[in-house]
């Protein structure tokens, strides 16, 4: 059944279009800072790096909200045959550009009604995407619709305990969420193997923190104990997760 946007989500898929059509370079595309998009990406690759193998031929990749293709044209450089769909036509259209070259099915298409078949996929990543919906639990339906069974899940969205909040001059009416509840979601929705970690990412005053993190390592160290002490300092969480099929 085809779910309608609310206005909530109707002014972000606006906003998209318009940055789609007005930039060129992905951070400013996607309207994330150079400094967090290189964050994003660091942090991606990281947590994702133990279910990546040699090649990773014959695995079917699906990107949601895949914007300019940023994570798609890497995911495909691994080997993956990878799916973009992203509600903006003149996004999917900046993605088509600048993916010349890359085999990537890029499609326009809602988080709501997904034009994929049953059990189309073997990995799911949705990034950046929540905090621009209002009905998270119907979206998990559908992304839970399009894997295969055991496919993996990954999820990047905003923390709603972050303290970077503090920061903000004024609140830009993105949704958050509590991680914790965000797992307890992922696990009514009978996804198993659940995992949460963050994404240390300072505002400029303080960005040398998230460079002594990233280049220590010290991000292993606070995902052992995310809760109950480091969750404050992540400002956004991944979160992944195995499909189950009854």
């Known amino acids: 059944m085809m779910r309608n946007k609310t206005q909530f989500e109707k002014e972000w898929q606006n906003t998209f279009s318009e940055s789609a059509e007005s930039h060129n370079l992905d951070y400013q595309i996607s309207i994330w800072s150079e400094a967090g998009l290189e964050c994003y990406l660091t942090y991606f690759f990281e947590y994702l790096n133990p279910h990546l193998k040699r090649g990773n031929g014959g695995n079917f990749l699906l990107d949601i909200g895949c914007g300019p293709g940023t994570f ?16 903006s036509a003149a996004m999917i259209r900046k993605a088509k550009e600048k993916s010349n070259g890359y085999s990537i099915n890029y499609r326009v298409g809602e988080i709501y009604h997904l034009p994929y078949k049953n059990n189309s996929f ?67 929705e009978e996804f198993h193997k659940i995992s949460l970690k963050g994404i240390y990412l300072f505002p400029k005053p303080f960005y040398f923190l998230t460079q ?35």
């Open 72 to 87: 798609s044209r890497v995911m495909a450089q691994k080997g993956f045959n990878v799916y973009g769909v992203d509600y």
């Open 212 to 246: 002594i993190i990233k280049r220590l390592h010290l991000y292993k160290f606070f995902n052992i104990l995310f809760y109950p002490i480091f969750f404050p300092l992540s400002h956004s969480f991944y979160v992944e997760a195995r499909e189950v099929k009854e």
């Open 122 to 188: 073997d990995m799911v990543i949705c990034l950046g995407v929540f905090q621009h919906l209002e009905k998270p639990t119907e979206a998990i339906w559908e992304l839970k619709r399009v894997m295969k069974d055991e496919g993996l899940l990954v999820i990047h969205t905003l923390n709603t305990f972050s303290l970077y909040r503090l920061f903000l001059w004024k609140d830009n009416a993105l949704k958050r969420y509590n991680p914790f509840q965000f797992k307890r979601l992922l696990q009514n």
